[in-house]
């Protein structure tokens, strides 16, 4: 399969086929990947971050430097062309000249695919908007595949903001590719999108939603829990109350199956307790790793290089 | 001469978009990016009655001939106007409506939060998912435009 200068830019994108390839690719990757250190020595990565961002555009310039690569860029609009008011198809022109591929995160949706049409390098989706941050939901795929040994057939909870979170959006469009069953839990205010429930149904994906996780903890195989957004709420007493119910503890997980897995794409603020970080529920912390191996197949990937 | 015509008389070349939704005839100049400023001899007809469909509108615009290209936008908000061009006061060609399988520079994406809402130099693309009722797809932030949604664009 050749993603040689291919963009990454919509989980949607993508074929069951080519997520598969690249699961395949971080895997072997993640035996030997001291074997790939000096690959990028002669490419620059471009990480161009509209949105302030930790965690990704750390995860990205770790995997662009362990294969030998650099990298320029910046990682908030302030001081940069943007804050001149140059438009981003501006900036991805110019930054084209100095770079070999381009890292964007961007508060505006369809952000990546504008910039993907006006170069001829390819770009990478750090996260747009709400909808698409398509490396994590590789990420999430491949730390269930790991963790799990296998996708198809598991039952997976989505918990938490199902409406807003972009991580959420992302993987529910890439596990539509997969036999699973999903199971969305969420405050009535947070739900899921008809949009996407609609691109489910059309997809055969078993769907059950419900807002009270104890009526299902029994039942699922991987619990995928995302942060409760404040701002969302109007009433702040409302906010509280609800945060409450949604929070992991360990006697949360009295009825949860022994292998169950607790994944989260952090940051972690109050909904998963510390004390179940010591459980072998949690994968959180492995799943940044996960994600550091996936960004370096992909990068590689796009730069021509086959992983065996 | 009937009601109708003492309305507005026949023309003798140009275009005659009939049956449009009624109070969309204005709607409809706008999406063909009629201003009035070009010149040209427009007759509009707002809430007519029609045998068909109770009220309608009617658009005349004289010694212009509409590309098919340009006439498919309109079935975004009138889908059953019907268009006969004319040439010396007779019906010379009748353009069905056709809804093309990508619609480009119209309408706005519904998404605020869309790329296309933000000042960027780009046109709106979009793929149409469903005609009937009509829904569109943008290509850059995926989301669904519906037929109602277009309708608040006006």
């Known amino acids: 399969m050749d993603f040689k200068n291919k963009s990454i830019i919509s989980i949607r994108d ?3 086929e080519e997520i598969d390839y690249i699961i395949k690719s971080a895997e072997i990757l993640h035996e030997n990947w001291r074997n790939y250190t000096n690959y990028l020595s002669d490419k620059i990565l471009g990480t161009l971050f509209f949105e302030p961002s930790t965690r990704t555009r750390i995860s990205f310039e770790t995997a662009m430097k362990r294969l030998g690569g650099m990298v320029v860029g910046f990682s908030a609009p302030e001081g940069s062309s ?17 770079c070999d591929a381009i890292v964007l995160r961007h508060p505006l949706e369809g952000a990546a695919r504008l910039a993907a049409k006006y170069v001829k390098i390819p770009v990478i989706n750090a996260g747009t908007g709400a909808e698409e ?3 994590q939901a590789l990420l999430d795929l491949y730390t269930i595949f790991k963790e799990k040994g296998t996708i198809d057939g598991l039952n997976i909870a989505l918990l938490g903001d199902l409406k807003y979170g972009r991580t959420i959006h992302s993987l529910t469009y890439a596990l ?24 489910l149904r059309n997809n055969k994906i078993e769907v059950k939603e419900t807002s009270n996780l104890d009526d299902v903890i029994s039942e699922i195989d991987v619990l995928y829990v995302t942060r409760i957004q404040r701002e ?18 360990l006697k949360t997980l009295k009825n949860a199956k022994k292998d169950l897995i607790i994944m989260h794409p952090l940051p972690r603020l109050e909904e998963i307790s510390q004390e179940v970080d010591y459980t072998n529920h949690a994968v959180y912390f492995k799943q940044v790793k996960y994600g550091l191996i996936v960004r370096m197949a992909i990068l590689l990937l796009i730069f021509g290089f086959e992983i065996k | 001469m009937s009601e109708q015509e003492l309305r507005i008389r026949k023309i003798r070349n140009g275009t005659v978009i009939d049956h449009i939704t009624a109070g969309n005839a204005l709607n409809v100049m706008k999406i063909l990016g009629l201003t009035g400023k070009e010149g040209l001899v427009i007759s509009v007809a707002i ?24 006439v498919n936008k309109i079935i975004l908000i009138a889908p059953n106007a019907t268009i006969n061009i004319i040439k010396d006061y007779q019906v010379i060609d009748k353009k069905r409506l056709k809804l093309p399988a990508e619609l480009k520079g119209f309408p706005k994406c519904v998404n605020p939060n869309c790329i296309t809402n933000s000042g960027e130099p780009v046109e709106t693309e979009f793929y149409v998912i469903q005609n009937e009722p009509l829904r569109l797809r943008c290509k850059y932030c995926q989301r669904v435009t519906s037929q109602d949604d277009i309708f608040k664009q006006f």
């Open chain 1, 176 to 199: 539509s590719n997969y036999k699973v069953k999903l199971t969305l839990v969420s405050p009535p205010l947070m739900k899921i999108r008809e949009e996407i429930m609609e691109d």
């Open chain 1, 14 to 16: 993508m074929k069951r």
């Open chain 1, 133 to 135: 941050h398509p490396t």
């Open chain 1, 82 to 98: 943007l804050a001149k008011g140059e438009n981003l198809i501006d900036t991805v022109r110019v930054v084209e000249n100095y």
């Open chain 2, 47 to 70: 809430n007519v009655p029609s045998s068909k469909y109770g009220r309608k509108d009617i658009l005349k615009i004289e010694e212009r001939e509409l590309k098919q290209d340009e």
């Open chain 1, 232 to 249: 969302r709420f109007a009433d702040p007493t409302e906010y509280e109350r609800v945060k409450g119910s949604y929070r992991i503890e």
